[in-house]
């Protein structure tokens, strides 16, 4: 039986689960630097502006990058009154919020704090947390205890360089979170039963499900169609010439950005689109007067580039020709992408069925830059190397390459 997962949250209409990713209803433009990807604030935000006395969340609304980092758009109402993290995390050690693939800002802890912590001790995470220390989720604490918590863009579209400890570090913001298991977290939810009877699935069925993604996989279906099968958990970097964004292409920036938000991280705010059938309008919009900066944000940030002697120069360079005469045609510019063209599954030599599951029903030529560090690949992550993603285009294409040449083409995708 296919389910609709949609529930009203008092009079509103509010969607399950989460990611904030990247989409626009404009293609924009941002003068974007090739860098390691590292971006820094002065800190989270205290209070942000308000309409009519209505608090709009804690980032100005010029500030893409507080609001990639810091603004829930209102999804507390998700995180917190649904799915009752807030409960979970008070009890949770970070050695095993670290386990789900959560990350910590070292630099929004101070060092002395950081060298004594004790990372068994459940206090610790609610300290970090106070601390706003939690990559991707804000929490208010009041006397120790977790009283709100919601995530923000950066839990699923950052990470941090490790620089401290295994997944402790700098804020790498843009790059996907690929130990993330968003699945496993909400199955942990004490609120999970409740989840499930709205949805009207049994709760062991909603729980075997979740836990079945694994960590860097999300499905921001699920909700729609009933079914599961997640995705790999995109980049949200080098976007700046990209036409279209996600997988399948349903359109830019900021499109993809209001429909994770309403749609998944369950935010307080407006996404309309017939094609999907959905109109939710809910008041005050917490998300769409923020599109534009966060949009611009995601713009200005650069793909990293490949770390020096990472791969083979004289390789690359005769790499780039085989590049040139067997992938531009698809690949093509500077942005690595034909988009907004699209293709169909036969095309690709790809699993039809995410396509399926579309608006499109065709998938985006995936943009290149970056490439280097973020096996696998492919939406549904069937290719565990570029070595893989060589051969199975060679294949599919009829490329007929040698042996040699393949192995260029690899030191070519690992320069860019």
């Given at each position: 039986m296919r389910h609709h997962f949609i529930w009203s949250l008092g009079c509103a209409l509010a969607l399950v689960f989460w990611g904030c990713d990247d989409g626009d209803a404009d293609s924009g433009d941002a003068g974007a630097t090739r860098d390691s990807g590292v971006a820094?604030?002065?800190?989270?935000?205290?209070?942000g502006p308000t309409d009519g006395g209505i608090d709009l969340g804690p980032c100005a609304l010029d500030d893409g990058q507080c609001i990639f980092r810091h603004d829930t758009f209102g999804d507390e109402q998700l995180w917190t009154d649904v799915l009752r993290l807030n409960e979970l995390v008070q009890g949770l050690p970070p050695t095993t919020a670290l386990s789900v693939g959560l990350k910590v800002d070292a630099e929004a802890v101070p060092s002395e704090v950081l060298a004594g912590a004790d990372l068994e001790d459940p206090a610790t995470t609610v300290a970090l947390l106070s601390l706003d220390a939690v990559v991707g989720v804000r929490a208010t604490v009041e006397?120790?205890?977790?009283?709100?918590?919601?995530?923000?863009?950066?839990?699923?579209?950052?990470?941090?360089?490790?620089?401290?400890?295994?997944?402790?570090?700098?804020?790498?913001?843009?790059?996907?979170?690929?130990?993330?298991?968003?699945?496993?977290?909400?199955?942990?939810?004490?609120?999970?039963?409740?989840?499930?009877?709205?949805?009207?699935?049994?709760?062991?069925?909603?729980?075997?499900?979740?836990?079945?993604?694994?960590?860097?996989?999300?499905?921001?279906?699920?909700?729609?169609?009933?079914?599961?099968?997640?995705?790999?958990?995109?980049?949200?970097?080098?976007?700046?010439?990209?036409a279209l964004e996600t997988y399948t292409g349903e359109g830019p920036i900021s499109y993809w950005n209001a429909y994770v938000a309403v749609?998944?991280?369950?935010?307080?705010?407006?996404?309309?689109?017939?094609?999907?059938?959905?109109?939710?309008?809910?008041?005050?919009?917490?998300?769409?007067?923020?599109?534009?900066?966060?949009?611009?944000?995601?713009?200005?940030?650069?793909?990293?580039?490949?770390?020096?002697?990472?791969f083979d120069v004289d390789a690359a360079a005769r790499g780039r020709g085989v590049f040139e005469a067997s992938c531009a045609s698809c690949h093509a510019g500077a942005s690595f992408t034909d988009a907004p063209t699209l293709h169909?599954?036969?095309?690709?030599?790809?699993?039809?069925?995410?396509?399926?599951?579309?608006?499109?029903?065709?998938?985006?030529?995936?943009?290149?830059?970056?490439?280097?560090?973020r096996a696998p690949y492919f939406h549904d992550g069937s290719a565990e190397s570029l070595e893989a993603v060589v051969e199975h285009y060679d294949g599919v294409l009829g490329l007929g390459l040698e042996a040699s040449e393949r192995a260029d083409l690899v030191e070519y995708l690992r320069s860019l």
């Open positions: 820094r604030d002065v800190g989270p935000p205290d209070a006397d120790g205890m977790v009283t709100r918590i919601g995530i923000t863009c950066a839990l699923c579209h950052s990470t941090v360089d490790d620089s401290v400890a295994a997944g402790i570090g700098s804020r790498l913001d843009g790059w996907p979170n690929r130990d993330l298991n968003p699945g496993a977290i909400i199955a942990l939810t004490p609120g999970l039963p409740a989840l499930a009877e709205s949805l009207g699935v049994e709760t062991e069925a909603a729980r075997a499900a979740l836990e079945s993604w694994g960590p860097g996989r999300y499905d921001a279906r699920f909700n729609q169609d009933g079914e599961s099968s997640p995705v790999l958990i995109p980049p949200a970097y080098g976007l700046a010439d990209v749609t998944q991280m369950g935010a307080h705010g407006t996404f309309q689109d017939e094609r999907l059938g959905l109109d939710i309008v809910q008041e005050p919009d917490l998300v769409t007067p923020k599109l534009p900066a966060l949009r611009d944000y995601q713009f200005s940030i650069a793909a990293p580039a490949p770390p020096e002697g990472s169909t599954p036969e095309e690709t030599g790809m699993d039809g069925n995410e396509a399926r599951r579309s608006v499109t029903g065709m998938y985006r030529t995936t943009p290149l830059r970056g490439a280097w560090h």
